[in-house]
């Protein structure tokens, strides 16, 4: 097994330029998450997913869109690149019931570092 | 609005010695707790968990102890190993339904030879 797997590494973009971080797992794990670091503000939550086709607001979504047609992808879209956007991207995946405890363990990729200049 | 906080940013520690993170956090509806341990360029990976239920949890070098009333939890790594670098996560699962986790900012901990 891979694990979660994200793609590219390393991105630098220019101010108003769009681009896609794009996340595979292949745990078929129903749970998928984005979540980005910056440098001593810890993991926000971007956005996450229950299951193919549907997607739900973390805290910090403004700047970013998300698609989860099939349960191994979840793609980040940023539309119009901005500085704040300058971060670590994580993307996560865990195995939970609908309605579970939510206790799983959350398996993350090696991360995406996003420069926007 | 920091729920979940991590108030050393960094930590340093004798080898063989006892390494003590600490973890507060400020919504009493969380149920479960987790510690993550990342190294520069990888991703978190997940290290110890406790239920609401439990004050405490043991694997290994690694425990966790809860004290709800004081909504703060601490991670002991005895003995710490220079392996042992890296930074410490703590992260509080919301109440059941909610599908989130919420983590602290991080310590940073560095294990001295």
């Known amino acids: 097994n891979a694990g979660v797997t994200q793609t590219p590494k390393f991105r630098i973009l220019k101010i108003g330029q769009s681009m896609t971080l794009q996340c595979a797992q292949d745990?078929?794990?129903?749970?998928m998450y984005w979540y980005r670091q910056d440098p001593g503000m810890g993991l926000k939550l971007i956005y996450y997913?229950?299951?193919?086709?549907?997607?739900d607001k973390g805290e910090v979504p403004n700047g970013y869109n998300v698609s989860r047609s099939t349960t191994e992808d979840f793609p980040l879209r940023l539309e119009l690149a901005a500085p704040s956007q300058t971060s670590v991207y994580f993307c996560?995946?865990?195995?939970?019931?609908?309605?579970?405890?939510?206790?799983?363990?959350?398996?993350f990729g090696e991360g995406s570092r996003l420069t926007v200049l | 609005d920091q729920q979940v906080k991590q108030n050393s940013p960094s930590l340093s520690v004798q080898e063989g010695r006892i390494s003590i993170l600490n973890c507060d956090y400020t919504?009493?509806?969380?149920?479960?707790f987790l510690w993550y341990k990342k190294y520069p360029a990888e991703g978190p990976t997940f290290l110890i968990s406790?239920?609401?239920?439990?004050d405490k949890n043991e694997d290994g070098r690694f425990t966790v102890f809860l004290n709800k009333s004081a909504k703060h939890l601490s991670l002991h790594i005895v003995p710490s190993q220079p392996g042992d670098s890296a930074v410490y996560f703590c992260?509080?699962?919301?109440?059941?339904?909610?599908?989130?986790?919420?983590f602290g900012t991080g310590t940073l901990l560095a294990v001295q030879p």
């Open positions: 996560a995946s865990r195995w939970d019931q609908r309605g579970g405890q939510g206790h799983g363990e959350l398996f």
């Open positions: 745990m078929n794990h129903n749970y």
């Open positions: 406790i239920s609401s239920i439990k």
């Open positions: 992260a509080a699962s919301a109440p059941r339904g909610s599908n989130k986790l919420i």
């Open positions: 919504n009493s509806m969380f149920d479960y």
């Open positions: 997913s229950v299951g193919a086709g549907i997607t």
